[in-house]
C-alpha cells in the first residue's frame, strides 16, 4: 500500500484545514487508517483513526474529525479551530490491526505534509 498525503499549508489560528491520503490498491477498504504528527524535536503523536469500514473512529481532540471514503480510497482529516501548538508534519498511515492508537500496530506510512499555524 502506498500512501499520499495532501491538503497541509500555512493557516492562522482558528482557522481549518482538510487533509487528505489517497492509497493505492484495490484493497484500501480492508485496511484501518490512522493520522499522526510529528513536530520538530517531539515524538510523532497520535491524532485520529478510523476503521476499514467507517464504523468506528478514534480522535484524539474534539477539533479533529477522521473519515473515508473507500470508493475513492481516500482518508480525510477535518482540522478546524486550529491552534499553533497543532503546527506539525501530518503523516497518514495504514494497518490492520485495529483503531488503535499505537503507532507501532501500523505498517504502511505516507511521506507527510505540514501544516503551519500562524499565531
Known amino acids: 500500500v502506498q500512501l499520499q498525503a495532501s491538503g497541509g499549508g500555512l493557516v492562522q489560528a482558528g482557522g481549518s484545514l482538510r487533509l487528505s491520503c489517497v492509497a493505492s490498491g484495490r484493497t484500501f477498504r480492508r485496511y484501518d487508517m490512522g493520522w499522526f504528527r510529528q513536530a520538530p524535536g517531539k515524538e510523532r503523536e497520535f491524532v485520529a483513526a478510523i476503521s476499514g469500514g467507517a464504523g468506528l473512529t478514534s480522535e484524539a481532540d474534539s477539533r479533529f474529525t477522521i473519515s473515508r471514503d473507500n470508493a475513492k480510497n481516500t482518508v480525510y482529516l477535518q482540522m478546524n479551530s486550529l491552534k499553533p501548538e497543532d503546527t506539525a508534519v501530518y503523516y497518514c498511515?495504514?494497518?490492520?490491526?485495529?483503531?488503535?492508537?499505537?503507532?507501532?500496530?501500523?505498517?504502511?506510512w505516507g511521506q507527510g505534509t505540514q501544516v503551519t499555524v500562524s499565531s
Open positions: 498511515a495504514a494497518g490492520d490491526k485495529g483503531v488503535t492508537s499505537d503507532r507501532r500496530r501500523y505498517d504502511y
